[in-house]
């Protein structure tokens, strides 16, 4: 084995602490001078999360490989500054399939399969080969869920071997937890910890470093009373506070002395370097002007559902000194002008994002084309840029009930078709094209640029695209195709240059923006957004 240190991150109490956020924080203030490699384990028996619904597991991330994963690893990216890979992921749903190929190819030479050794042993084996394969200095590995779930225990039993495995001066053990502050009493209550840390204890661990998440910085009070209970330094107890802002962790961890922590527990010098994150951060706390960019789609029950749209948008702030507040709309009941005026009242910029399925398009389709029409800066995100074709291609070009053929296989226009050699393909989850794309575009367009360049390439997640039959049409009423594929054959971006800002990305550019860089087709969206603000755009 290389020399990698491992460091574990577990959660206790609840679901939803915010564990994937506390472990990219640790990894943040490690990742400017060690080359830090992500793993998240998840309980679940999907292979991937592709075929969920984003109500129920929040937002599918795609990433350059192609690979759906969960939205932790935005998370990762946004922090580390990485490009994950679909095999840093394990869920109980690949190890398991591993697990059975394996005993039906014999490898187990006439064995009973077991959870342990076997399952656990394939768990470890898959940390050490993707830290052997990437040359990693730390394996930063996230177990899903909460300490207790069945679903887990494998992983945490894997976890537990580890120390074993590569010494104890070579993995530390991070635990997220809950320091409730019940209403009325305005005490700082430890129980929750107490029970949660005495459940991993149970099974093994014992955390170097406890994150209590809290409404308030944890008093000396709390971290000396979960200190003894817990059977940890009080230095190794540290504050998970709430904020309004992600990117204000990794300064807090800091101040929360967590790089002593890694250095005592690691025996690695620790050096974060958070002069410009801080920078940016502070841009954001401080922001005198905000811009409302609406969100308008289906899936707005649950706000994780476009978790990397809303971070894009924050990296923009970060960068335009500005505030940017996401107001979701839900298209569902658009049904006339008036509803749709009244959802947009105070709105700077919309984004329509990617989605499936016919619920709500009809909506989406009037606001886009209220949008186009009274000069309101505009962001269509995959199906929101195919449904601005199908919006440009009924009002403008005149091809009557125009559509895609995801919603009507009949239409007498399917200006957005499925590709002929993606037609023969069943099986969910192999139906789209995954991953990163390239794509040439127009020196002369307003998306050139935006990019600063002439080659890109964005992630993708769809199956339909533009119809190649139509291009000539819509580019004579004005439509213009500034980024295709080297070959020509598909549309990446659109635009309308006679509109402030109307652009459209068949791929998903909110999943690459970073706190460091933001994604540019997001940035010249709150750039002009704050520009309407100020100056004006007439209303017809």
């Not at 830090?36 to 991937?48: A, E, F, H």
């Not at 209403?183 to 099974?203: A, D, F, I």
């Not at 955390?207 to 000396?224: F, H, Q, T, V």
């Not at 402030?500 to 909110?510: A, I, K, L, R, T």
Request: proline letters at 4%; glycine letters at 10%; charged letters at 25%.
């Amino acid at each position: 084995m290389p020399k990698t240190k491992f460091i574990i991150v577990t959660g206790g109490v609840l679901s939803g602490l915010g564990k994937g956020v506390a472990c990219a924080s640790i990894g943040n203030l490690l990742f400017s001078k060690y080359k830090v490699i992500p793993v998240k384990c998840d309980g679940y028996l999907n292979v991937d999360p592709g075929t969920m619904n984003p109500i129920e597991h929040g937002e599918v991330f795609v990433l350059e490989d192609g690979g759906e994963v969960d939205m932790d690893f935005g998370h990762y990216e946004r922090f580390l500054g990485v490009s994950c890979k679909f095999n840093w992921n394990l869920t109980m749903g690949k190890v398991f399939d591993v697990i059975r190929k394996k005993e039906r190819k014999g490898d187990f030479l006439g064995k009973t399969v077991q959870f342990i050794p076997h399952v656990t042993g394939l768990i470890k084996e898959w940390w050490f080969s993707i830290a052997k394969e990437e040359k990693a200095d730390i394996l930063l590995i996230e177990i899903g869920g909460t300490v207790g779930d069945l679903e887990n225990e494998l992983y945490i039993e894997a976890a537990r071997q580890l120390k074993r495995d590569v010494g104890i001066k070579n993995v530390m053990y991070a635990h997220l937890t809950y320091v409730p502050v019940p209403y009325g009493v305005h005490e700082q209550k430890s129980k929750p910890t107490q029970q949660s840390v005495n459940l991993l204890r149970e099974k093994g661990i014992v955390p170097n470093i406890i994150i209590g998440r809290c409404s308030e910085i944890l008093s000396d009070k709390i971290k000396e009373k979960i200190a003894i209970f817990c059977d940890v330094k009080k230095e190794a107890v540290i504050t998970g506070l709430d904020v309004d802002n992600v990117y204000k962790i990794p300064i807090i961890f800091e101040k929360e002395g967590v790089s002593k922590i890694l250095k005592n527990c690691l025996h690695i010098k620790v050096e974060p370097n958070l002069k410009k994150w801080s920078l940016l951060v502070k841009n954001m706390g401080y922001a005198k002007k905000t811009v409302r960019i609406a969100i308008c789609g289906k899936y707005t029950t649950l706000e994780d559902s476009y978790a990397s749209i809303i971070e894009a948008l924050n990296h923009c702030g970060a960068h335009l000194k500005c505030g940017v507040k996401a107001v979701f709309v839900e298209t569902t009941d658009m049904k006339n002008i008036r509803n749709i005026k009244s959802h947009l009242k105070d709105i700077d910029g919309v984004i329509v994002p990617g989605g499936f399925g016919g619920r709500g398009v009809e909506g989406k389709i009037e606001i886009i084309k209220y949008c186009r029409k009274n000069n309101i800066p505009f962001l269509g995100i995959c199906y929101g840029m195919q449904l601005a074709i199908v919006e440009f291609a009924r009002n403008v070009c005149g091809l009557k009930n125009a559509n895609t053929t995801e919603i009507n296989p009949k239409t007498k226009h399917p200006v957005i078709d499925i590709l002929p050699e993606q037609k023969k393909i069943s099986e969910m989850g192999g139906t789209m094209r995954l991953g990163t794309y390239p794509a040439i575009l127009k020196k002369d367009s307003k998306i050139f640029k935006l990019y600063g360049a002439i080659s890109v390439s964005e992630r993708h997640r769809h199956r339909y695209e533009v119809n190649p039959d139509y291009i000539a049409q819509l580019e004579k009423k004005g439509v213009v195709f500034s980024g295709m594929s080297p070959d020509r054959k598909l549309c990446e971006f659109m635009e309308l240059p006679s509109h402030p800002y109307f652009v459209g990305c068949q791929g998903h550019p909110e999943l690459k923006s970073g706190f460091l860089k933001p994604a540019p087709l997001f940035y010249g969206l709150v750039k002009t957004s704050l520009e309407r603000k100020k100056t004006g755009f007439s209303e017809i």
